[in-house]
C-alpha cells in the first residue's frame, strides 16, 4: 500500500482564494482525521471521520473551514476564503479500530 | 477534553548520552502512542502502549506506560544524530487521538 496520499504537497495562494486539500487514506482504514500544525499551537485536530460520517468537527476554526468525504477513499478540506494566518501543514491520517494511526506527508499551505 | 503536556518543550544533548522525555494527561490514557516527525516530513509511529506498566521497546528508544496511565516516558539510550526531529505523544480519547505540543530534540555530534 502506498501509505496516506495527500495533494498537493505545496500550495501558495493569495487570500481570499479558495483552497483545497485532498486526502486519500490507506485501504481498508475506517477512520479520517483532518489536522493543521503550526509552530505556535502544535498539531491540532480539526475532523474526523468514521466509515466517512463526520463525527467531531468541533476543531473546525471557523466556517471558512469544511470537509468532506464523499466515499471510503477520498477527503477533502476546503478552505474558503483563505486568510494568512491559515498558513500551516495539514495533515490527513487514517487507522481502523485501535490500532496505528498512518499520517501523510502533509500539505504545506501558504496564504500571502 | 484530554490534555497532553509534554517535557521538556526542546531538549539539546550531546552524542552518545542518554535523555528521557515526559507525556502527562489530565486524564486516563486508554491508549498513548509515540511519534517522531522530522521537519517538514510526516509523523512517523514509534510506539503504542495501552497497559498500566506496559514497556516497549525498538532499536534504542524505549516507552513505558505508568501504572495510574497518567503518563509516559520515552528514554532514548545513547543518542545518536539521527535520533534529532520531534517527539510527540499522542491519546486517543472517544475515538480521535489528540497531540502534545512536542519536544524538539537536537544531538549534537
Known amino acids: 500500500d502506498a501509505g496516506v496520499i495527500q495533494s498537493p504537497r505545496h500550495e501558495v495562494t493569495e487570500m481570499g482564494q479558495e483552497v483545497t486539500l485532498r486526502c486519500k487514506p490507506i485501504?481498508?482504514?475506517?477512520?479520517l482525521f483532518w489536522y493543521r500544525q503550526t509552530m505556535m499551537r502544535g498539531l491540532e485536530l480539526l475532523i474526523y471521520?468514521?466509515?466517512?460520517?463526520?463525527?467531531?468537527d468541533s476543531g473546525m476554526p471557523e466556517d471558512r473551514f469544511s470537509a468532506k468525504m464523499p466515499n471510503a477513499s477520498f477527503s477533502t478540506l476546503k478552505i474558503q476564503p483563505s486568510e494568512p494566518r491559515d498558513s500551516a501543514v495539514y495533515f490527513c491520517?487514517?487507522?481502523?479500530?485501535?490500532?496505528?494511526?498512518?499520517f501523510g506527508p502533509g500539505t504545506r499551505l501558504t496564504v500571502l | 477534553s484530554q490534555e497532553l503536556e509534554q517535557s521538556p518543550q526542546s531538549l539539546i544533548v550531546q552524542e552518545g548520552k542518554n535523555l528521557t522525555i515526559n507525556c502527562t494527561s489530565s486524564?486516563?490514557?486508554?491508549?498513548l502512542y509515540w511519534y517522531k516527525q522530522k521537519y517538514g516530513e510526516g509523523l512517523i509511529f514509534l510506539m503504542m502502549l495501552q497497559k498500566g506498566g506496559e514497556e516497549k521497546s525498538h532499536e534504542k528508544i524505549t516507552a513505558k506506560l505508568d501504572e495510574k496511565k497518567q503518563q509516559s516516558s520515552l528514554h532514548i539510550t545513547a543518542s545518536q544524530p539521527s535520533h534529532a526531529g520531534i517527539y510527540l505523544c499522542?491519546?486517543?480519547?472517544?475515538?480521535?487521538?489528540?497531540f502534545g505540543a512536542g519536544t524538539r530534540l537536537t544531538v549534537k555530534p
Open positions: 499522542g491519546a486517543v480519547g472517544d475515538n480521535d487521538m489528540r
Open positions: 486524564k486516563t490514557l486508554y491508549g
Open positions: 491520517a487514517s487507522r481502523t479500530g485501535g490500532a496505528e494511526q498512518f
Open positions: 471521520f468514521n466509515n466517512n460520517v463526520p463525527i467531531d
Open positions: 485501504s481498508g482504514h475506517n477512520s
